[in-house]
């Protein structure tokens, strides 16, 4: 992650997890607590959201990539994982 954060040329404040990955809850936990950065899950099916997509910008039923970005993110409502301080006394 800290590679990642000195490659980028903006500040990196969250980490997107899209994809059948995106419905491990235990995992999406885990990642955000391990790199104190939230986690936004979702939606699941990404490949089949963007061919529709871009089936939809091809047919002139979108005009551009943020349109489409707008119409996904009102349509899928992603899960949201907060870093979790752990529990160092056990």
């Known amino acids: 992650m800290e590679l990642l954060k000195e490659m980028a040329p903006f500040p990196?404040?969250?980490?997107y997890v899209i994809g059948g990955g995106?419905?491990?809850?235990?995992?999406?936990?885990?990642t955000a607590n391990t790199i104190g950065i939230p986690v936004v899950a979702g939606?699941?099916?990404?490949?089949?959201?963007?061919?529709?997509?871009v089936q939809a910008k091809a047919a002139g039923l979108v005009s551009d990539r943020w349109e489409i970005r707008r119409i996904i993110a009102a349509s899928f409502k992603p899960e949201v994982y907060l870093p979790e301080?752990?529990?160092?006394?056990w």
């Open 85 to 89: 301080k752990a529990d160092r006394n």
């Open 12 to 15: 990196i404040e969250k980490l």
């Open 43 to 53: 939606p699941s099916e990404a490949t089949a959201i963007g061919n529709c997509m």
């Open 22 to 30: 995106s419905k491990n809850r235990l995992l999406n936990q885990f």
